[in-house]
Each structure stands twice: as C-alpha cells, then as structure tokens.
C-alpha cells in the first residue's frame, strides 16, 4: 500500500513540474541559445530550434498563414513566462495556418518552439524594428489569469497541491 501511496505522489509531483513542450521538440531545442543571442544575430541561428515565451502584442492573419507578435518575457517553471515587466524585446511566430486573433488576442501568454528563420524588419511606431522570426514547431497558449483574485488563506501541515 506505501509504495502505491509513492508512486501516484511521484507521478503527481513529476506531473506538476512537467514542460508544456513536447519531449521529442525539448531534445531537438538548442537550449544554451538565449533570446538575446537571436534578437542580435538571428541569421546566425537560422535553422536551430529555440523555445521562447513571452505575452502576445497582437495576432496578424495572413493570406495562408499568421503571425503572432510576441514581447518576450523570461520563462519559468513548466516553461511558463513570468509576469514581469523585464523583456528583452519582440519576436513573431509564424503559423502556417489561421488562428483566431480572438483567441490568440492581446495580453494572453504563450511558449512556443520554434526554427529560428531569420528577421523581419517592420514598422514600430515611428521606427523600424527588426524582429527575429521562429517557424513554429509546437506552441502553448496559457490560460487567462483573473486580474484580480482574492487572497487565500490556507492552513495545515503537509505537501499542497
């Protein structure tokens, strides 16, 4: 009975801490490349996959694709992105196919794996930006968070799950 007790502690524990990213798209990922490596020289990492997250600026449909604008923010735990202010810049995601803006809308947060395809150079307001560019590989849309939620008191001795 302990060791049943064990394992289903195990695996909700593990289940609680695992990637939103497949394993398959993790072991193909270039990890020790960074967002600051690619904003530099994107050209340098063409080709290589990278997983990069951030909150969504705007959804852009194209004719047979859409671009996701995405304000980079540092990824956490389950490779979720933190919500902070600290960003490092843009980037976009290219689907190939339509998504919905009204569920890829502004503010919702995302993790994506992606191939490194270079930049593209766009209007900023009044400045050109250049943005590196991911094909996406395999994406994470995270659910919405309340903007407010009450506080939450809880008391007790043991592991909270």
């Known amino acids: ?3 049943i007790s064990a394992a289903v502690l195990a695996f ?17 990922a270039d990890q020790s490349v960074s967002f ?14 990278v997983v990069l997250g951030g909150s969504i600026i705007k ?3 194209k004719k047979n694709e859409t671009w996701i604008e995405v304000l980079q ?6 490779l979720k992105p933190k919500n902070t202010d600290i960003s490092e810049g843009r980037f976009i995601i290219k689907y190939r196919n339509y ?17 490194v395809a270079g930049r593209e150079v766009l209007p900023l307001g009044e400045m050109q930006y ?12 995270w659910e919405e968070e309340p903007a407010y939620s009450s506080p939450q008191f809880m008391f007790g001795i043991g592991i909270g799950i």
């Open 130 to 141: 250049s943005y590196p560019v991911l094909i996406n590989r395999e994406t994470h849309l």
């Open 12 to 28: 909700i524990l593990l289940a609680g801490c695992a990637s939103v990213i497949s394993e398959n798209v993790l072991r193909e």
């Open 59 to 61: 959804s852009i449909p």
């Open 73 to 78: 923010q540092p990824l956490g735990g389950r």
């Open 1 to 3: 009975m302990q060791r």
């Open 99 to 115: 998504l919905d803006p009204g569920v890829y809308r502004q503010g919702r947060r995302i993790t994506a794996a992606g191939e």
């Open 36 to 49: 600051r490596d690619v904003l530099r020289d994107p050209e340098r990492y063409r080709g290589r996959i």
